[in-house]
């Protein structure tokens, strides 16, 4: 088993190759004891929830969730949630991160805690939900919740296994690899600036528009989410500082039937030559308008709780460069965001 860091900061570790076991299950274990405090910050889980060594995640159950009377069975998490340590800079002073060792596995782990709840699907003759992902690959990702790069600061074993469906919904290709791997590449600078910052993110439905799947028939209908959320918190002496955004996933059938994103976005291999730069503050929203929108509730243990979910920032923390990996795992080598004055 490769080392576990237990410092307040992170230590880069050194660059090995780490294949992922391609095993039908994880043989890695879920929980390997950290003094990380993954559910410090998380809302209240339902019935169906999991530790794992880089995140805590709660999945949604069969419940009522639009209102209509029926259950309803989505394959998605509920949250994922989890506390990103800062990495320690080098003899440099740089903030490299860890050399991305691991090669991830091409099918996703299956959960055996979920198989009851896949069960409770009729007309399903293949219940494997990668499979549901698999045909619409090129259209639609595995999109992590819990980013295995993040999960990689802690251990290549912890990194493999954020490869399973506890941490992962319907996401859109360009919005995955453009401006969410962007804001995923900001809170790893932002976790080195202000040594750790804890992350709680999740899907968003609403119950307005057309619940649309991926899948082929006979294949486990996974709900396609109509936005996705991200919270970032920081604490400090003097309080909490968080910043909330919500990045919206419109989506329709097209002209074969088939679930298609109605949004386009710009990917980071794209972004260079198209002189585009990532800007997050269009998606800035206060928590409150993220407990609208997902029935979840934040910081119910707070005295200043109403205080935080009301407050909506207007721009993201400062985070200078050089809190930016150096190398070129950053998001079209953007390593910055622009601020008010810009």
């Known amino acids: 088993m490769t080392a576990i860091l237990f410092a307040g900061f992170s230590s880069p570790a050194m660059a090995q190759s780490f294949p992922c076991s391609g095993a039908a299950v994880s043989p890695y274990p879920a929980l390997v004891a950290t003094d990380h ?85 009729e007309g399903v003759t293949n219940r494997r939900i990668d499979d549901s992902y698999r045909g619409a690959g090129t259209v639609w990702n595995r999109g992590h919740l819990a980013m295995s790069d993040h999960a990689q600061r802690i251990s290549a074993e912890a990194s493999c296994n954020t490869h399973n469906f506890w941490n992962a919904s319907p996401q859109a290709a360009d919005l995955n690899q453009g401006p969410w791997m962007h804001l995923e590449n900001y809170s790893a600078a932002a976790s080195n600036k202000y040594r750790s910052i804890w992350v709680i993110t999740g899907p968003i439905f609403d119950p307005a528009t057309p619940r649309l799947s991926i899948g082929d028939a006979g294949e486990l209908p996974v709900e396609i989410p109509d936005a996705f959320f991200k919270i970032l918190v ?25 679930p298609v994103p109605t949004a386009t976005w710009v990917s980071c291999s794209r972004a260079n030559a198209l002189g585009h730069v990532y800007d997050h503050r269009p998606q800035l929203v206060s928590i409150a308008q993220i407990e609208q929108r997902t029935n979840l509730r934040f910081f119910s243990d707070r005295a200043d709780r109403q205080q935080l979910i009301d407050a909506r920032a207007t721009a993201l923390w400062p985070v200078e460069t050089r809190y930016w990996d150096p190398g070129n795992a950053v998001c079209a080598r953007q390593r910055g965001h622009p601020s008010s004055a810009d």
Request: aromatic residues 10%; negative net charge; without cysteine.
């Open 234 to 258: 920081h604490e400090s002496p003097s309080g909490i500082d968080t910043l909330a955004f919500i990045f919206e996933q419109p989506n329709a059938l097209d002209g074969q039937g088939k």
């Open 37 to 121: 405090d993954h559910r410090r910050l998380a809302p209240k889980a339902g019935v169906l929830s999991k530790a794992f060594t880089a995140f805590f995640a709660a999945f949604d159950d069969a419940d009522d969730d639009d209102g209509n009377g029926e259950r309803d069975v989505r394959l998605n998490p509920e949250f994922v949630a989890y506390e990103l340590r800062g990495l320690a800079p080098n003899a440099d002073g740089d903030y490299a991160e860890p050399r991305i060792s691991i090669e991830r596995p091409s099918r996703w782990y299956t959960s055996p805690e979920l198989v009851p709840l896949v069960d409770t699907i």
